[in-house]
């Protein structure tokens, strides 16, 4: 397992961009497929995006609609969430996770960060 650290959280304005970053210890980083879920309050879970272990692959949940971007940096130990065009509804607790296999089903990952808050006003 690694550990995850999130952090780029905050409060915006809807139309505004934040970058998400989500740091990983330990060596064997590169080996994950890399996921981004959130979850609002009162509601399930939700898949965001996943990127493969070497940043070949990523694939989005349909609500993002090309206004996000997943990328890792495995020489860093990070991986990031770039969003832009954010909408109130985006307003969510963000989290990153590590899993081995290709997946956008949250229960195939092992590792998940703390969360970072991310909050869209109108």
């Known amino acids: 397992q690694v550990q995850l650290v999130e952090s780029g959280g905050g409060l915006v304005q809807a139309g505004g961009s934040l970058r998400l970053s989500c740091a990983a210890s330990g060596r064997t980083f590169s080996r994950y497929q890399m996921g981004w879920f959130r979850q609002a309050q009162g509601k399930e879970r939700e898949f965001v995006a996943v990127?493969?272990?070497?940043?070949?692959?990523?694939l989005y949940g349909d609500f993002v609609k090309g206004r996000f971007t997943i990328s890792r940096d495995n020489a860093k130990n990070t991986v990031y969430l770039q969003m832009n065009s954010l909408k109130p509804e985006d307003t969510a607790d963000y989290y990153c996770?590590?899993?081995?296999?290709?997946?956008?089903?949250?229960?195939?990952?092992?590792?998940w960060g703390q969360g970072t808050q991310v909050t869209v006003s109108s």
């Open positions: 990127i493969s272990w070497n940043g070949a692959s990523t």
């Open positions: 996770a590590a899993a081995k296999r290709w997946s956008r089903d949250g229960n195939e990952y092992d590792s």
